[in-house]
């Protein structure tokens, strides 16, 4: 990387760190810097790095006024041909920094073999950790591997070999010190890397380390947490705990898959957690940020790999992944930027990303022109899956589900944007590819979509190209559940990947599944559920269902992974009951649901749940107790309205605040704040509220 250093003195002269000065600046010169070999003596971000403290004893001071520099040998140092009108002021972090506000001090230190130690510090994480050493003789080598799993006999285990991919063999994730010997005591953390670990093994330390010998440091992007979740399950809990560190684990600057191994900006991870992470934090400089790599990386790669406007797997690209992205990958396109515009009514967003959306749009449609209507690109599917799998299930109608789901958000983009031509040119596309996606994939007689598995099921259904309530929908619907349902095959079980469980949870709510969904993941006993990672001590995702807290599954390795955390969201929206009035941009209009299902109800009795959205804090928080009373506390933000679900048995009342609202299909108005009631079905009442806080009760 390069830095471009100016500096004005108080005299108002200006100096750049370059041989070449700014044509506009008359008063511009050139800073002459001197250079030396540092103490990093080795740097990468997979391998780790190697710092000799003795080199950082004899520069001790290089960095502060008042050096003198003939204390070591410095030579000059060659300045880039750069000045500020040709780099520097192109690029925009949007003022995101990364922040290491979380420590951890370690719970245990074992010595599992003589002289190697092994530091646990609870929390599966992205970070580094400080090493505190005195009576350290000079040259002494301390090497610390970092490791997020341990063999059965306590040692690390780093093997990182994804056989056949040798290359991930190359992998360490260590940290060499070389002590200096000299004032104690000598305090070192990496540089320029971090690592993905809960366990770091340190051997070469000279005597016996304690619990103060080393400390971890979480690092993440710097996204305030703005959503909090908390039930009456442990495992529930442990499971939001989870998917909030692995996705804080996974914001990097870039939104990653691990970080440990890969570390790269696949747009599948990204596009499948977006909403969770939403959900959870202040995602607006980061996805800002994003959305602006997403765009750099089209450009960059029409220019260097003439790709005719495709998007790449990973963005940034370099190399890792395809260059013609996977459409559950590619989706990412539409999901990203126009969520983040509905989410924050920021329609800035959607303006500047539309052409690019639009020429990619054009570039699947071209391949589909030319495959009889097809878009046939497939690399990775259904990623994860389990059954009908393994690892990757690839169905038929897999890609033209997300060349259908991308012309309908294109049309959406389109009419918003007020592009009237377009907009009616993509709803064209839509109407004819969703009459040919049934043609091709739908067989009326067996009611299967596609081979007939609960994936195809699931997208089918997605695309609601079956009459809203109809028989054909039901019968398409338990085909899915043949597959998981109560009576299935895997009953209670969803052994899906990370596509097809992204799409299960909105139909789970559409078929009054809802109390299946949880199910699926407090199972305990055994994969696939994520309470089974739970039971196996998992403090954040993992990368596949049947990873254990020892072994790796068929060698892949990652004990961090946001990429099956894409139900995180559905936590706030379906089990606290708090989501958007669909078409509402940002949160003014909101719907407030708790649950009313006896299935979910037996597994919850109580959700405490807020969102500090752009238009305030949004709170839901319910209660069912076991004799039939249901309090729900409500808080609405100002500038917002609400429309409250509160569940009733028919012949009991409702209050709020203690006053009564409700009794016998009548409303009591007149309360500040409830401006309207009626009878929502024959288990809820609709109340339209204002903004303030409000405390219903009722019997259910």
């Known amino acids: ?68 520099e003939s204390s070591a040998s410095w030579s000059p140092a060659t300045a880039p041909m750069t000045g500020p009108d040709t780099y520097g002021s192109q690029l925009n972090s949007h003022k995101l920094t990364i922040d290491t506000d979380i420590t951890y001090p370690p719970i245990s230190v074992q010595e599992p073999k003589p002289d190697i130690y092994v530091f646990d510090f609870s929390q599966n994480m992205a970070g580094q950790v400080t090493l505190n050493v005195s009576n350290c003789p000079s040259g002494t080598v301390i090497s610390m591997q970092h490791t997020e799993i341990l063999h059965t006999d306590g040692t690390a285990n780093d093997n990182f070999c994804e056989r056949p991919k040798y290359w991930l063999c190359g992998i360490r994730e260590f940290a060499n010190y070389t002590c200096h010997g000299g004032p104690d005591p000598e305090i070192y953390r990496v540089h320029f890397t971090s690592m993905g670990f809960r366990y770091v093994q340190i051997y070469g330390f000279p005597g016996k380390p304690d619990l103060h010998t080393l400390t971890a440091h979480f690092i993440h992007s710097d996204v305030p947490k703005v959503g909090s979740f908390v039930s009456s399950s442990e495992t529930l809990n442990k499971i939001q705990h989870a998917t909030q560190f692995a996705a804080m684990s996974n914001q990097l600057d870039i939104p990653t898959d691990c970080p440990q191994r890969e570390r790269r900006g696949w747009l599948g991870d990204a596009q499948l957690a977006f909403d969770t992470i939403m959900h959870n934090f202040d995602g607006g ?132 944007l007020g592009l009237g031509e377009d907009a009616k040119r993509y709803t064209n596309l839509v109407n004819s590819v969703g009459a040919d996606f049934l043609k091709r994939f739908y067989n009326k007689t067996t009611s299967c979509f596609s081979n007939c598995t609960f994936v195809s099921q699931i997208m089918g259904l997605t695309l609601n190209l079956l009459p809203t309530g109809s028989e054909e929908e039901q019968a398409a619907w338990s085909i899915a559940m043949d597959w998981f349902g109560p009576n299935g095959t895997h009953p209670n079980r969803f052994g899906g990947g ?61 004990y961090n992974h946001i990429m099956f955390g894409s139900t995180g969201s559905w936590y706030y929206t379906t089990l606290a009951g708090i989501k958007r009035a669909p078409g509402s941009r940002s949160w003014r209009d909101i719907i407030i649901q708790p649950p009313k299902s006896q299935g979910i109800l037996s597994m919850l009795s109580w959700v405490n ?66 401006k309207s009631a009626r009878v929502y079905d024959s288990s809820s009442v609709e109340f339209e509220i204002g903004s303030g806080v409000y405390h219903f009760h009722s019997h259910l």
């Not at 600046?25 to 250079?35: E, N, T, Y």
């Not at 029409?302 to 690209?317: G, I, K, M, R, Y």
Request: overall charge negative; hydrophobic content about 40%; charged content about 15%.
């Open 498 to 558: 990370i596509v097809s469980l992204k799409l299960a949870y909105p139909i789970l709510d559409k078929f009054n599944a809802s109390d299946l969904g949880l199910r699926f993941q407090l199972q305990t006993d055994a994969p696939p559920s994520f309470g089974y990672w739970i039971a196996q001590n998992a403090t954040t995702m993992w990368e596949f269902w049947s990873n254990s807290a020892t072994t790796f599954d068929s060698g892949l390795n990652s």
């Open 1 to 68: 990387f390069k830095v471009l250093l100016s500096i004005t003195t108080t005299n108002g002269n200006t100096m750049f760190s370059s041989s070449v000065a700014n044509d506009g600046q008359s008063k511009a010169s050139i800073l002459k810097f001197k250079a030396i070999a540092g103490p990093v003596v080795l740097d990468d971000m997979s391998i780790g790095e190697v710092y000799d403290g003795r080199i950082a004893l004899t520069l001790n001071g290089w960095n502060k006024p008042g050096y003198n």
């Open 609 to 674: 749940a807020s969102i500090d959205t752009p238009m305030g804090v949004i709170q839901s928080n319910w209660k069912h107790e076991a004799t039939g009373r249901y309090h729900v506390h409500i808080v609405v933000p100002v500038n917002s309205k609400a429309h409250v679900l509160i569940p009733l048995t028919s012949t009991k009342e409702i209050t709020e605040s203690g006053e009564l609202v409700w009794q016998n299909s009548t409303c009591y108005l007149g309360l500040t704040g409830i």
């Open 285 to 416: 400089a980061f996805y800002t940020k994003w959305i602006q790599d997403l765009s750099d990386t089209q450009e960059y790669n029409n220019v260097t790999l003439n790709s005719n406007s495709s998007l790449p797997d990973c963005a940034p690209f370099y190399g890792h992944g395809q260059v013609e992205a996977d459409p559950g990958w590619g989706i990412a396109a539409w999901v990203v930027p126009k969520g983040f515009a509905s989410y924050f009514d920021d329609s800035r967003i959607e303006e500047m990303w539309y052409p690019h959306a639009r020429a990619y749009m054009e570039h699947w449609i071209d391949l589909a022109n030319t495959n009889d209507g097809l878009l046939d690109v497939i690399w990775y599917g259904d990623w994860g899956n389990l059954y009908p799998g393994p690892k990757s299930y690839k169905p038929t109608d897999y890609s033209q589900f997300f060349y259908l789901t991308a012309l309908k958000e294109q049309a959406s983009m389109a009419a918003r």
